[in-house]
């Protein structure tokens, strides 16, 4: 459960300083990039936090999107099979989204767009919120 808080905190550091980004006075072009970026890794931080407390492992290869198979298998929260199942789809899903971002915002060439900003942000926020959820109630 140690891994599953720090992964958290690192998370929540990671999308609070993605949010401040946006307050400064001049965004857009390279700050966008660097937003979603950041956002990309509260993703991936949260989706650790997720696994290593329901299923006691994380990924830990170079391919980011194993990540994904294991949320798949995550169960947590109130509710049947059924609401629990679609939650880890939901969480993945978010997980996959971020993930379609990361190689133009770490990598790329070509600034963000603010859409794709967007997308990043709520995807870090979904997965940080169900991260706090899973660690609130074990």
């Given at each position: 459960m140690k891994e599953a808080r720090a992964r958290l905190q690192q998370a929540v550091a990671y999308?609070?300083?993605?949010?401040?980004?946006?307050?400064?006075?001049?965004g857009g072009g390279r700050l966008d990039s660097a937003r979603a970026g950041t956002a990309v890794l509260a993703a991936i931080?949260?989706?650790?936090?997720?696994?290593?407390?329901?299923?006691h492992q994380r990924a830990r290869?170079?391919?980011?999107?194993?990540?994904?198979?294991?949320?798949?298998?995550?169960?947590w929260g109130p509710g049947d099979?059924?609401?629990k199942t679609d939650r880890a789809r939901r969480a993945?899903?978010?997980?996959a989204e971020a993930?379609?971002?990361?190689?133009?915002?770490?990598?790329?060439?070509?600034v963000i767009g603010a859409g794709q900003v967007k997308r990043a942000?709520?995807?870090?926020?979904?997965?940080v919120d169900a991260a706090e959820e899973v660690l609130a109630n074990p």
């Open positions: 999308l609070r300083l993605a949010g401040s980004a946006a307050e400064e006075p001049e931080a949260a989706s650790d936090a997720i696994c290593c407390a329901l299923l290869g170079q391919d980011h999107r194993e990540a994904i198979a294991l949320l798949e298998i995550a169960r099979k059924d609401i993945s899903r978010a997980l993930l379609g971002i990361k190689d133009q915002a770490h990598y790329g060439i070509e942000m709520r995807a870090a926020q979904l997965l």
